[in-house]
């Protein structure tokens, strides 16, 4: 008798997110989990560890709905987006009967979400720039409960256009809820839906602290909704989701000081995305490097080019992203510090000329 046999079956049949803590390595330029690349100074003001911490901590919520533009009543913290991913999911969708639908290539945990409690997963390839295929979506919407879209997209990038979503979410009205992950949204604030929230009740915004907030190891994320939708998801929700530390911290993050460092940052990372953009240009083993509104790049290399492996074994650690739909020869390259953008750089140009065949792909 082995335990196994008493998991669930979609449990023992389930891929894990293949995430980049998950896929190792070894080395010391870390560019493929979309981090921000040093870790910012806050330190937690030890209070009552001795007492549970509140389950919405008021100075946490009220911080991000000022920071947000939102009102507190639609604003609720969670451990990383992920987790507003996962609790859309256990709030909104009857396992076996229910399906949630998303646009590959795309953010890998809605997949993994959705299998986890038994709901369905309907996939709608994006079209090849990227953009929402709007009427096959309206083909596949029965008995969907929850639409994801990322905006801007990982790994590709771009954005989704705002008439599109509009679109999307008067196909969707009544019907299902649009969940809008603006993880990277600080990259390019004037693409929020938040400003939407008034008009949509079925929409939903999910936000982290992982991203231009340089705080993923803190483990803080945010859903944006209409309180009816908050309310229900605070049925679901763990009773102390964030630790005391934690809660501190993101407190600190979101004071006025907080989010202009977080700003400085966003303007930095930009400038040397535009850098190195230009400098993988000019690499042979490159083909494109497409347009990013985030704090990556997503560049297509040579046909069978050992890009990926041969900076792997010099540890410079990127992240492939070949087996996704259309993403061929595809590597996901975070933007790090100038100087670990100057070691890719360094390493592309050094790869050996026969492997480039940058001709033959022309
Ligand atoms: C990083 C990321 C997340 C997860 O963010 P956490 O707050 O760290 O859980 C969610 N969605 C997208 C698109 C991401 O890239």
Redesign the pocket.
């Known amino acids: 008798m082995t335990i196994s046999h008493l998991a669930r079956a979609n449990v023992l049949a389930l891929e894990p997110y293949q995430s980049a803590r998950r896929l190792g390595g070894s080395g010391d330029v870390w560019l493929n989990?979309?981090e921000y690349p040093l870790p910012p100074s806050f330190k937690p003001r030890y209070g009552n560890l001795n007492r549970y911490p509140a389950c919405q901590p008021e100075q946490v919520i009220n911080g991000y709905a000022a920071y947000a533009g939102v009102r507190p009543d639609g604003v609720l913290v969670c451990?990383?987006?992920?987790?507003?991913?996962e609790l859309l999911i256990r709030a909104f969708c009857e396992p076996g009967r229910d399906a949630v639908l998303f646009c590959p290539p795309?953010?890998g945990?809605y997949a993994v979400s959705a299998e986890t409690f038994g709901v369905a997963r309907r996939t709608v390839p994006a079209l090849p720039d990227w953009q929402l295929d709007l009427p096959a979506i309206e083909a596949q919407l029965d008995g969907v409960k929850l639409v994801y879209v990322?905006s801007p997209?990982?790994p590709t990038g771009n954005i989704i256009q705002p008439e599109e979503l509009k679109a999307l979410l008067e196909m969707t009205r009544g019907r299902a809820l649009v969940v809008a992950?603006e993880?990277?949204i600080e990259f390019c604030p004037r693409a929020t839906l938040a400003g939407w929230l008034a008009h949509y009740p079925h929409l939903v915004i999910?936000r982290?602290?992982?991203?231009a907030f340089a705080l993923?190891g803190l483990?803080?994320?945010f859903v944006l909704a209409g309180a009816e939708v908050i309310q229900l998801l605070l049925k679901v929700i763990a009773p102390y989701p964030l630790s005391l530390p934690v809660a501190d911290i993101a407190e600190q993050a979101l004071s006025a000081e907080g989010v202009a460092l977080m700003r400085e940052r966003v303007a930095q990372i930009t400038a040397t995305r535009q850098w190195l953009a230009n400098e993988l240009q000019e690499c042979d083993a490159v083909l494109e490097v497409y347009p990013s509104e985030s704090n990556y790049l997503l560049v297509r290399f040579a046909p069978g080019s050992p890009a990926f492996k041969s900076l792997w074994d010099q540890g410079i650690i990127l992240r492939n992203q070949s087996k996704q739909p259309g993403l061929t020869d595809c590597l996901r390259i975070t933007i790090g510090t100038r100087e670990e953008c100057r070691r890719v750089v360094t390493a592309l140009r050094e790869l050996p000329v026969t492997a480039t065949r940058r001709q033959e792909a022309l």
Request: proline share 0%.
């Open positions: 989990a979309n451990r990383g987006a992920d987790e507003g991913i795309t953010y945990m990322c997209n990982n992950d993880a990277y999910l982290t602290l992982s991203k993923a483990r803080c994320g």
